[in-house]
């Protein structure tokens, strides 16, 4: 198996409470009448990066979306069980929502940048917190441009539309906007499926530095990119984890025979 980044894992039974970012104990969510998630019990470890694989419509999407609420948009949502970020419930109602959401940033499969400069998007989620000095904007963006791999590029265009910046630039744009917050957790779901190898290449290898900073959760359909830039990997079938382990076992030695039909292709 290719190995681009060194992975050091405890086993996941041995994830302790001081070790873990999110703690999700026997949670299920319904969409309607419909049950998507099923007493779904993981520990993810801090400043890791854990993959969440598995078949379109396992609730893959819905189990990270689920770490920053972002499913209460949708009416007709219902949740059981506790999701723990620093022994909090998130779900509990004294949580303050948008403090949740500044700390646990989220990335989409397709870059969504705002209608606005490339300088604008970045320092979009400071302004709204009410940073307000130059200087202090100036260098969060040239901070967290640099830090997504981006600054070289766009340092002599910050002040033009972000929409004119290539897919992949686009999508480091989005990354460098969630960054600029300090999140604890960044949720990225699909986040290169829309990239080429080489743009996907730049952005694994900024998972393996942020994970120095911060936690990172990644949905991904691309096995050899889970294999290559996970610690540990979930792999979930309608709805329940399957199987949850470091991902160099989880790759090479899978317990259940379903996680080993979809890592050889012979499903999904
Ligand atoms: N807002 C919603 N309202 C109703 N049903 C939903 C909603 N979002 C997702 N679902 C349903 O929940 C199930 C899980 O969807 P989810 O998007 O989490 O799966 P996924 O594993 O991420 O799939 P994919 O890999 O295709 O993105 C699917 O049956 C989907 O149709």
């Known amino acids: 198996m290719l190995k681009l ?4 894992t405890l086993n996941v039974d041995e994830i302790d409470e001081a070790s873990t970012a999110i703690d999700v104990r026997q949670f299920n969510l319904w969409f309607g009448g419909k049950q998507v998630l099923h007493d779904i019990s993981m520990r993810i470890p801090k400043n890791k990066v854990t993959a969440l694989i598995g078949q379109s419509g396992c609730g893959k999407s819905t ?7 972002l499913n209460d948009l949708y009416n007709g949502c219902k949740y059981s069980g506790e999701i723990l970020i620093d ?5 509990s109602k ?4 948008s403090r949740l959401r500044t700390r646990v940033g989220m990335v989409f499969q397709r870059p969504n940048p705002f209608p606005m400069s490339i300088y604008d998007n970045v320092c979009y989620g400071l302004r709204l917190q009410g940073v307000k000095t130059r200087r202090k904007l100036d260098d969060a963006v040239e901070s967290t441009l640099k830090e997504a791999a981006l600054w070289e590029e766009v340092k002599d265009r910050l002040f033009e539309p972000a929409h004119l910046l290539s897919g992949g630039q686009q999508q480091r744009l989005v990354i460098a906007r969630a ?6 957790i960044l949720l990225l779901d699909e986040p290169t499926s829309a990239l080429d190898p080489l ?3 730049f952005i694994e290898e900024l998972m393996a530095s942020l994970k120095k900073r911060c936690t990172i959760v990644i949905v991904t ?3 050899q990119q889970a294999a290559r830039v996970s610690d540990y ?4 079938h309608q709805g329940r984890l399957i199987e949850y382990a470091d991902s160099d076992t989880l790759f090479t030695m899978p317990e259940k025979k379903q996680t080993e039909d979809y890592i050889t292709g012979r499903y999904g």
Do not use: C, Q, W
């Not at 960054?179 to 604890?184: G, S």
């Open 5 to 8: 980044f060194e992975h050091n």
């Open 94 to 97: 004294k949580i303050n929502v």
């Open 199 to 201: 743009t996907t290449l």
């Open 63 to 69: 189990l990270v979306s689920s770490f920053n609420r």
């Open 179 to 184: 960054l600029a917050l300090k999140p604890d």
């Open 233 to 236: 990997t979930a792999f979930f």
């Open 221 to 223: 359909h691309n096995m």
């Open 87 to 91: 022994g909090r419930n998130i779900n």
